[in-house]
């Protein structure tokens, strides 16, 4: 059965404003606030526990026979008479992977919550890029849907707005087939950062599973619109899921709006009990808290740059 | 006992059909506007986990929710119900006939209340003026001295402002230069008052009022023929159960100059009642009239009940109506006092 469609587009998906000059400054001022958070860092390096070809001296191992003459410390040789080897540090960049969920449930509220994801991705991307981290763009509904591969070096912003802004918009959300599929597709492990309703009626354990149990650092954001906590609506009203399709009648009253809102708080709280729990860096946010305060907000917390 | 009549104006068949119609347009409409407005939200998985809960509810909110349609459906219902019009009272088959004749023959035009013309002059010239004044302000009364002089009200406003009008006109009259036409205006103006002053208190007026005082007893099923008894008998409309249009009718009867023939008017009575439930003949008049000639109302085998009115008070009218029974009569005033006495000795309906 064709589910019908819901007659109503809530609004205008134009995201030719979305990125423009005053969205840029506050990339800017956002990167100038992470450095002063990070300062004292090295600029471009993750340490990584994996020792190999760096600049930074880490540590002495046997020489086994096999080893790189070249790492020999020659001068220690001279002084005790023993072979060892010179270990480093190895070197990586992170890889930040943001995904961001670009399902037709996104595309509610004022503005629209795709617009928020878009720019906190956008921004969250520009402090990765100006940290010389390598960050890929990953949009997905119920499928991925195409990728920004990672891209490295401040420049590579505009990219990042040029994809974001032809992102398709559409179909309903599948958070385990999604993310099962990007664990799959990118072989270097790194930060995921899900931006999301996670308006999934399949849940989204299984999703952040997926992320965890191949050795991703999910990151998790949530987005919602203050109108979806808090609805204004009252009368006989047919409700259209805009995913699915699917028709409910109701007769709204107070006490089930009350109950609706109790709903959805517990729904927020599992998410949150969820990532708490396996200590995932997890933000819930509204689209009315302008996008910079959000992100100054997970600088604040960490979780995002370590 | 309270009963109810129903009496349809049209054939039941045809306000059944009205009924329906309306009926399916209610219904109509109400589906119509159940169309609701509809509403996207982004997970409806929220709503079914919210709407589980209220499953329990639920029969009340379907009741409620056709609630407004059974609201409209009972007005229609109630709107079907006051067309058939119904009536409190006696059921039809208890319903009276009743032919109310009214003397209106030249002795009815005697002014009763004021015999005595020596204790109630007609008024003097000074107080005509004052008699026209107050009638051209559409007063019915004015005092002057110690006396009261009364006129009634005309019945109709169109025939009360003419009065008016005229009272006004004859005041400018008496008013002009010209003498001749004042002095013609006096003349006119003592008649008018005169006659104004007199039929506040004629009999016919007085038979007029009893008349309409017996229609407010009338049962909600009962129908009434109002005839004028002079000369001739003139039925001044068709029998009917609208009160308020036997009223008029009654209200128009003005007293003529020719003596009354009531073998006439009760045999034009007898003919309205032929083959009508429970017949009745009411004859309000100034009495004398002989009770051999009330006794011939009668036809093949059943007779009317025949009550003259004329020395009764209207209660002790109310009370004979109530009591007598079909194939009574009351010929005269003797027979009818001795049966209302009997009736109160007795029980009731054993005469």
Request: proline fraction near 4%.
């Given at each position: 059965?064709?589910?019908?469609?819901p007659?109503?587009k809530?609004?205008?998906?134009?995201?030719?404003?979305?990125?423009?000059?005053?969205?840029?400054?506050?990339?800017?001022?956002?990167?100038?606030?992470?450095?002063?958070?990070?300062?004292g860092?090295?600029?471009?390096e993750?340490?990584?526990?994996?020792?190999?070809?760096?600049?930074?001296f880490?540590?002495?191992?046997?020489?086994?026979?096999?080893?790189?003459?070249?790492?020999?410390d020659w001068?220690?040789?001279?002084?005790?008479?023993?072979?060892l080897?010179?270990?480093?540090?190895?070197?990586?960049?992170?890889?930040?992977?943001?995904?961001?969920?670009?399902?037709?449930?996104m595309?509610?509220?004022?503005?629209?919550?795709?617009?928020?994801?878009?720019?906190?991705?956008?921004?969250?991307?520009?402090?990765?890029?100006?940290?010389?981290?390598?960050?890929?763009?990953?949009?997905?509904?119920?499928?991925?849907?195409?990728?920004?591969?990672?891209?490295?070096g401040?420049g590579?912003?505009?990219?990042?707005?040029?994809?974001?802004?032809n992102?398709?918009?559409?179909?309903?959300?599948?958070?385990?087939?999604?993310?099962?599929?990007?664990?799959?597709?990118?072989?270097?492990?790194g930060?995921?950062?899900v931006?999301?309703?996670?308006?999934?009626?399949?849940?989204?354990?299984?999703?952040?599973?997926?992320?965890?149990?191949?050795?991703?650092e999910?990151?998790?954001?949530?987005?919602?619109?203050e109108?979806?906590?808090?609805?204004?609506l009252?009368?006989?009203?047919?409700?259209?899921?805009?995913?699915t399709?699917?028709?409910?009648?109701?007769?709204?009253?107070?006490?089930?709006?009350?109950?609706?809102?109790?709903?959805?708080?517990?729904?927020?709280?599992e998410l949150?009990?969820?990532?708490?729990?396996?200590?995932?860096p997890?933000f819930?946010?509204?689209t009315g808290?302008?996008?910079?305060?959000?992100?100054l907000?997970?600088f604040?917390i960490?979780?995002?740059?370590? | 006992?309270?009963?109810?009549?129903?009496?349809?104006?049209?054939?039941?068949?045809?306000?059944?059909?009205?009924?329906?119609?309306?009926?399916?347009?209610?219904?109509?409409?109400?589906i119509?506007?159940m169309?609701?407005?509809?509403?996207?939200?982004?997970?409806?998985?929220?709503?079914?986990?919210?709407?589980?809960?209220?499953?329990?509810?639920?029969?009340?909110?379907?009741?409620?929710?056709?609630?407004s349609?059974l609201?409209?459906?009972?007005?229609?219902?109630?709107?079907?119900?006051?067309?058939?019009?119904?009536?409190?009272?006696?059921?039809?088959?208890?319903?009276?006939?009743?032919?109310?004749?009214?003397d209106?023959?030249?002795?009815?035009?005697?002014?009763?209340?004021?015999?005595?013309?020596?204790?109630?002059?007609?008024?003097?010239?000074h107080?005509?003026k004052?008699?026209?004044?107050?009638?051209?302000?559409?007063?019915?009364?004015?005092?002057?001295?110690?006396?009261?002089?009364?006129?009634?009200?005309?019945?109709?406003?169109?025939?009360e402002?003419?009065?008016?009008?005229?009272?006004?006109k004859?005041?400018?009259?008496?008013?002009?230069?010209?003498?001749?036409?004042?002095?013609?205006?006096?003349?006119?103006?003592?008649?008018?008052?005169?006659?104004?002053?007199?039929?506040g208190?004629?009999?016919?007026?007085?038979?007029?009022?009893?008349?309409?005082e017996?229609?407010?007893?009338?049962?909600?099923?009962?129908?009434?023929?109002?005839?004028?008894?002079?000369?001739?008998?003139?039925?001044?409309?068709?029998?009917?159960d609208?009160?308020?249009?036997?009223k008029?009718?009654?209200?128009?009867?003005?007293?003529?100059?020719?003596?009354?023939?009531l073998?006439?008017?009760?045999?034009?009575?007898?003919?309205?009642?032929r083959?009508?439930d429970?017949?009745?003949?009411?004859?309000v008049?100034?009495?004398?009239?002989?009770s051999?000639?009330?006794?011939?109302?009668?036809?093949?085998?059943?007779k009317p009940?025949?009550?003259?009115?004329?020395?009764?008070?209207?209660?002790?009218?109310?009370?004979?109506?109530?009591?007598?029974?079909?194939?009574?009569y009351?010929?005269?005033?003797a027979e009818?006092?001795?049966?209302l006495?009997?009736?109160?000795?007795?029980?009731?309906?054993?005469?």
């Amino acid at each position: 059965m064709a589910a019908p469609q819901p007659k109503t587009k809530p609004a205008v998906d134009d995201r030719s404003d979305l990125f423009n000059e005053e969205f840029l400054k506050k990339l800017e001022y956002l990167h100038v606030v992470s450095r002063k958070v990070f300062s004292g860092r090295i600029r471009a390096e993750r340490k990584t526990k994996k020792v190999g070809s760096g600049i930074e001296f880490a540590d002495h191992r046997k020489y086994y026979a096999g080893d790189d003459f070249r790492y020999i410390d020659w001068n220690l040789y001279g002084r005790i008479d023993k072979l060892l080897l010179r270990l480093f540090e190895e070197e990586e960049d992170l890889y930040i992977y943001i995904l961001v969920d670009c399902s037709q449930s996104m595309g509610i509220g004022n503005p629209l919550k795709l617009h928020y994801a878009m720019q906190v991705g956008a921004a969250l991307g520009y402090i990765g890029l100006a940290n010389l981290d390598r960050v890929a763009i990953i949009p997905f509904s119920d499928d991925l849907k195409g990728r920004m591969p990672p891209a490295r070096g401040k420049g590579r912003i505009f990219k990042i707005f040029e994809f974001l802004r032809n992102v398709e918009m559409g179909g309903e959300t599948d958070l385990a087939a999604c993310l099962t599929k990007f664990v799959h597709q990118n072989k270097r492990r790194g930060l995921a950062v899900v931006i999301s309703d996670f308006y999934d009626p399949r849940g989204f354990i299984d999703g952040i599973n997926a992320l965890r149990f191949n050795k991703f650092e999910p990151f998790v954001l949530q987005v919602y619109d203050e109108k979806e906590a808090n609805p204004a609506l009252h009368g006989d009203l047919t409700l259209v899921d805009c995913e699915t399709g699917e028709l409910k009648e109701v007769t709204i009253t107070k006490r089930l709006l009350e109950e609706y809102k109790k709903q959805h708080e517990i729904w927020c709280g599992e998410l949150s009990e969820f990532c708490t729990a396996r200590s995932i860096p997890y933000f819930r946010t509204h689209t009315g808290i302008p996008f910079d305060d959000l992100v100054l907000r997970i600088f604040r917390i960490g979780g995002f740059l370590r | 006992m309270l009963a109810l009549s129903l009496n349809p104006p049209i054939a039941s068949g045809t306000l059944a059909t009205i009924a329906g119609v309306l009926g399916a347009l209610a219904v109509v409409a109400y589906i119509l506007k159940m169309r609701r407005r509809r509403f996207e939200v982004p997970f409806s998985s929220l709503w079914h986990r919210v709407l589980k809960e209220k499953e329990s509810t639920s029969l009340w909110r379907h009741l409620r929710r056709i609630l407004s349609l059974l609201l409209q459906l009972l007005i229609i219902a109630l709107l079907m119900f006051a067309v058939l019009n119904p009536k409190l009272g006696s059921q039809p088959k208890d319903a009276k006939n009743v032919v109310i004749i009214i003397d209106a023959s030249a002795s009815m035009k005697t002014a009763d209340a004021t015999p005595d013309e020596k204790k109630n002059p007609p008024p003097k010239t000074h107080e005509i003026k004052r008699i026209l004044q107050a009638m051209s302000t559409g007063s019915r009364s004015v005092t002057i001295g110690k006396r009261k002089y009364e006129w009634p009200r005309k019945e109709y406003a169109e025939d009360e402002a003419k009065r008016v009008k005229a009272a006004q006109k004859l005041l400018a009259d008496m008013a002009s230069d010209n003498k001749d036409k004042a002095r013609q205006a006096m003349m006119a103006a003592r008649t008018v008052v005169q006659a104004a002053v007199n039929s506040g208190n004629s009999r016919i007026e007085a038979a007029k009022q009893k008349a309409i005082e017996l229609l407010d007893e009338m049962g909600g099923a009962d129908k009434a023929l109002i005839l004028k008894m002079d000369g001739q008998s003139t039925p001044m409309g068709r029998f009917s159960d609208d009160k308020l249009k036997l009223k008029k009718q009654v209200a128009r009867i003005t007293a003529s100059d020719t003596p009354a023939d009531l073998h006439r008017a009760l045999s034009a009575a007898v003919d309205a009642l032929r083959e009508r439930d429970n017949p009745m003949i009411v004859i309000v008049g100034d009495g004398a009239y002989p009770s051999e000639v009330l006794r011939l109302a009668s036809w093949d085998k059943s007779k009317p009940i025949v009550v003259d009115t004329s020395e009764l008070t209207v209660a002790e009218v109310r009370s004979i109506l109530k009591k007598i029974t079909r194939g009574q009569y009351f010929g005269d005033q003797a027979e009818a006092k001795a049966a209302l006495a009997a009736l109160d000795a007795k029980k009731p309906n054993a005469v």
